[in-house]
């Protein structure tokens, strides 16, 4: 079945720098990766997605770039804030179950003033 | 707005108990997803129903089995609690077309003594 594998576990930056997580899948069959933003005690709210049909995809601050060849897509985050930090899980659809997700193990996000 | 919620915040259960967590939506959405999250093992799926009396298992089906005797509600059932089962729990709904996003509960916090 899918496997997806996300690094870095912790990240911490300053304010105002950039953030990049990066998550790969096993199974080339995937064809949808979501982001999800976790805020302590609160539940996952997705925060940008990519299909396999789009190399890239940009939200204000974020983008999220897919390399299907490499099966690999990572999220960016520009011009970071206090607020951005949280934990953030990489997801990647299963290959025959449609919209079931299979996620990474979650990045949690430290940015300090 | 999409509302999913489930019955209990938090739960506490002695070992061997038989335990219902129940999840309600309030979209019609076709897909409903059962997920256990633990610190540093992310978001795993449990089981999860594409429809009505459908069910299928997810990467981690061992010790769960699920219900879903109506559209709306998607229950997941711990026949008999151990203690390494005690994690937070989340239930999520998806309208099955494509580009469309899954939803999350609030999550119910488990703890089996």
Known sequence: GENVEQHPSTLSVQEGDSAVIKCTYSDSASNYFPWYKQELGKRPQLIIDIRSNVGEKKDQRIAVTLNKTAKHFSLHITETQPEDSAVYFCAASMRQAGTALIFGKGTTLSVSS | ?113
């Open chain 2, 1 to 113: 707005d999409v509302k999913v919620t489930q019955s209990s915040r938090y739960l506490v259960k002695r070992t061997g108990e038989k335990v219902f967590l129940e999840c309600v939506q309030d979209m019609d959405h076709e897909n409903m997803f059962w997920y256990r999250q633990d610190p540093g093992l992310g978001l795993r799926l449990i089981y999860f129903s594409y429809d009505v009396k459908m069910k299928e298992k997810g990467d981690i089906p061992e010790g769960y089995s699920v219900s879903r005797e109506k559209k709306e509600r998607f229950s997941l059932i711990l026949e008999s609690a151990s203690t390494n089962q005690t994690s937070m729990y989340l239930c999520a709904s998806h309208s099955g077309r494509a580009g469309h996003e899954q939803f999350f509960g609030p999550g119910t916090r488990l703890t089996v003594l």
